[in-house]
């Protein structure tokens, strides 16, 4: 499914998916804990991993476009998987 959304500037894109009814887990509501927000940037630049976003991703060996909805700030034009 694709589904586009009008973003603010200081929404994560887990904000942005929620506010516009887009199904993302988020067990930990957005504390950057349980990973179940993972998604991949397919396009757009990305905003540096938060401290709490880095530690899951060496944890967990993400690939350089995977991350945490609750921690990425979207940017106009992003593209991303929700796996
Ligand atoms: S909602 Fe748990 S890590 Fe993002």
Same mark, same amino acid.
């Not at 991949?40 to 991350?67: C, P, Q, W, Y």
């Given at each position: 499914?694709? &589904? =586009?959304?009008?973003? %603010?500037?200081? !929404?994560? +894109?887990? /904000? *942005?998916?929620? =506010?516009? &009814? *887009?199904? +993302? =887990?988020?067990?930990? !509501? %957005? #504390? %950057? ?8 940037? +397919? !396009? %757009?630049? #990305? =905003?540096?991993?938060? !401290? ?10 993400? &690939?350089?476009?995977?991350? +945490?909805?609750? /921690? ?5 034009? #992003? *593209?991303?998987?929700?796996?």
């Amino acid at each position: 499914m694709h &589904k =586009s959304a009008i973003i %603010g500037n200081s !929404e994560t +894109l887990l /904000q *942005v998916a929620l =506010s516009n &009814k *887009v199904g +993302l =887990s988020h067990t930990c !509501e %957005g #504390m %950057g804990s349980c990973t179940t927000c993972r998604v991949f940037v +397919l !396009e %757009g630049e #990305m =905003s540096k991993r938060t !401290e709490v976003e880095r530690e899951r991703a060496i944890e967990r060996s993400f &690939k350089d476009n995977e991350r +945490l909805a609750c /921690q990425l700030k979207p940017v106009d034009g #992003m *593209v991303v998987n929700v796996p």
